[in-house]
């Protein structure tokens, strides 16, 4: 076992006579600090809905979230979106997607919002009417958080607009 | 230069390369987003700053790696410090970036650039110091990202595979689904079930490589995530784990040099 524990790096790196650099240490504390915050993800309710609210782009100013970007989160939670060209009310009861009914729903494994940005169908928020409709719903053990946002046509741009939710932490 | 200076040198090139090629393998897929959807319909949300927001700065900053190619042909010290500034520029101006914040890629490609650059400003070191902080980093930045991955899925709807059948198996395009569908006759939901714990299981032993010797660790940790590129069906998956296995597999160049207590 002592032969075992030896040959870690992390044994090594902090027995093995040498100089440490303060990069060294700089990136140690960083990496240490993001592992404490996602242990914490675990047990403490706070935290638990400070990574939902990264997750729906609602952390309170960006240069937070920003700095809580670097904290490794990917393809965390159940995530939920349903878009609609129709205003929506609360949580939404479709589960089926109809383009042609206007109505979408989906499953997505991280960041729910990039479902208006990151895909291959922004056209669909440019077409037919000037407005449509996003709900968000992001659950992790106990915490819940849903959102909604308008998405809305000027000119030639698409304008994501908060409407309930956002930015309330 | 010594044996050891170039070795290091060489370590640098192969962790940067798999970067660069990771970072590049979704060139088809950033082609079509960037200039067709990205051009053609911009999207704005006032959360992200202006700059932030502009497609072009997601353009740019996608292309900027280029610039590292000189320094992976004919590195130096200080090639290899420019190159990794530059990556660590374009991984953090895209974690940051309305069009791109969401991909996975960046934020392993953002603590894969810092330790790079910190490689290369240390990389003239022949100490054994050196090479065992080098080791551990690559895997604390390891075990970081997976832990995260790991505890977010601690959660009902990834206990339960309820996410997994969502957003794999009840799609016709999940091809390792429908081979598993072809091979065993059981529920999908049973399977996605199977196939989430699975995936949660493979996370948690990759969040554990810290406490793993390093050449054991690399090996099974390199194995482990190509088994997660055939469970996630898509190749684009070696865009957020291609420079981590970089950075790994490439510390085994030193395995020539007696390193105390790993021999």
């Known amino acids: 076992m002592r032969d075992y524990i030896a040959k870690l790096p992390l044994v090594q790196c902090f027995t093995v006579q040498g100089r440490r650099t303060p990069g060294f240490y700089a990136i140690t504390l960083a990496l240490g600090l993001a592992l404490v915050l996602q242990c914490l993800k675990l047990i403490h309710p706070a935290t638990q809905q400070s990574f939902l609210k990264q997750f729906h782009c609602q952390t309170r100013s960006f240069a937070v979230w920003s700095l809580r970007q670097t904290v490794p989160s990917m393809y965390s939670f159940e995530n939920q979106v349903w878009w609609s060209r129709a205003p929506l009310d609360g949580r939404p009861t479709f589960t089926q997607s109809d383009l042609d009914a206007g109505r979408y729903h989906v499953w997505l494994n991280h960041f729910p919002l990039h479902f208006v940005t990151y895909n291959f169908y922004r056209d669909l928020f440019f077409m037919e009417s000037d407005e449509s409709y996003l709900h968000l719903e992001s659950s992790f053990q106990h915490q819940n958080l849903s959102s909604s946002y308008k998405l809305e046509r000027d000119h030639d741009v698409v304008r994501i607009i908060p409407m309930r939710g956002a930015g309330d932490e | ?263």
């Open chain 2, 1 to 263: 230069m010594s044996k050891i200076e170039f070795t290091n040198l060489q370590i640098l090139r192969v962790a940067m390369g798999a970067w660069f090629f990771g970072w590049f393998i979704r060139f088809q897929y950033f082609k079509t987003y960037l200039f067709t959807f990205i051009e053609r319909y911009p999207i704005t949300f006032d959360f992200f700053p202006g700059f932030l927001q502009q497609g072009e700065v997601s353009m740019v900053v996608f292309f900027l790696p280029i610039l590292i190619v000189p320094a992976l042909q004919i590195p130096s010290q200080r090639r290899m410090i420019v190159a990794s500034m530059t990556l660590l520029v374009t991984a953090t101006i895209s974690m940051l970036h309305l069009d791109t914040y969401n991909d996975a890629t960046n934020v392993t490609c953002f603590w894969s650039a810092i330790w790079l650059l910190w490689f290369s400003v240390n990389c003239h070191r022949t100490d054994v110091a050196f090479r065992t902080q080098a080791r551990f980093l690559v895997q604390l930045i390891v075990t970081v990202i997976f832990v995260g991955g790991f505890v977010g899925k601690i959660t009902p709807a990834y206990l339960s595979g309820q996410a997994w059948f969502e957003m794999f198996m009840s799609k016709d395009s999940y091809f390792f689904g429908s081979v598993l569908r072809g091979l065993i006759d059981a529920d999908p939901r049973l399977l996605s079930r199977y196939l989430s714990w699975g995936m949660i299981f493979a996370e948690g032993c990759m969040g554990l490589m810290i406490l793993v010797p390093y050449r054991l660790g690399a090996i099974c940790a390199s194995v482990l995530m190509l088994l997660m590129l055939l469970m996630s069906n898509t190749v684009l998956i070696l865009s957020v784990l291609g420079c981590l296995i970089g950075m790994m597999l490439s510390l085994l160049m030193w395995r020539d040099i007696d390193l105390e207590g790993d021999r």
